[in-house]
């Protein structure tokens, strides 16, 4: 068995990405720890936003792009999204879930064919990598402690009928 390894730029896909997608009619898209540097941040994002908005602004710009053509052909049955996170306090897990789900329906899935099968919340030991992670505040959650955690997010393209 072998892999070829193909750098590209989801914005711009270059000839070789396309090909690749058209010869291999992938059954499922994987978009895990989306995120990039400063500088693809400033790039992909309105030069309007704070500094501590673009990543979150990068990586929905990516996975749009994740959910339809080119890059997302006919043959994709899933797509599967990961991100890293925080629980506040107060919070259970099934708001959890079903608020990911419903921002997701919303947003990267809305109009593409595709919908949520299934979210989890998985705990996420930051001690465990010396990388330092910085999470920006949210105004719109409760104050407190925050517990890190991994989002994963799976959705399934709907048959036609």
């Given at each position: 068995m072998s892999a070829e390894i193909i750098q590209s730029d989801l914005f711009e896909p270059s000839t070789d990405l396309l090909t690749a997608i058209k010869?291999?009619?992938?059954?499922?898209?994987?978009?895990?720890?989306?995120?990039?540097?400063?500088?693809?941040?400033?790039?992909?994002?309105?030069?309007?936003?704070?500094?501590?908005?673009?990543?979150k602004v990068y990586r929905e710009n990516v996975e749009d792009?994740?959910?339809?053509?080119?890059?997302?052909?006919?043959?994709?049955?899933?797509?599967?999204?990961?991100?890293?996170?925080?629980?506040?306090?107060?919070?259970?897990?099934?708001?959890?879930?079903?608020?990911?789900?419903?921002?997701?329906?919303?947003?990267m899935f809305k109009n593409s064919g595709f919908t949520v099968t299934d979210v989890q919340v998985l705990d996420w030991n930051q001690g465990a990598t010396p990388f330092p992670y910085i999470l920006n505040p949210n105004p719109n959650l409760p104050s407190g402690n925050t517990k890190p955690v991994i989002f994963s997010i799976l959705a399934r393209r709907m048959l036609s009928v």
């Open positions: 010869d291999f009619q992938p059954k499922v898209i994987v978009g895990w720890f989306i995120g990039s540097h400063p500088d693809d941040n400033d790039k992909r994002t309105p030069a309007n936003l704070r500094i501590e908005q673009k990543p792009r994740l959910v339809i053509a080119p890059l997302c052909p006919p043959s994709v049955e899933w797509v599967h999204t990961v991100q890293r996170g925080a629980v506040p306090p107060g919070v259970t897990e099934v708001q959890i879930k079903d608020g990911m789900a419903e921002e997701y329906e919303n947003y």
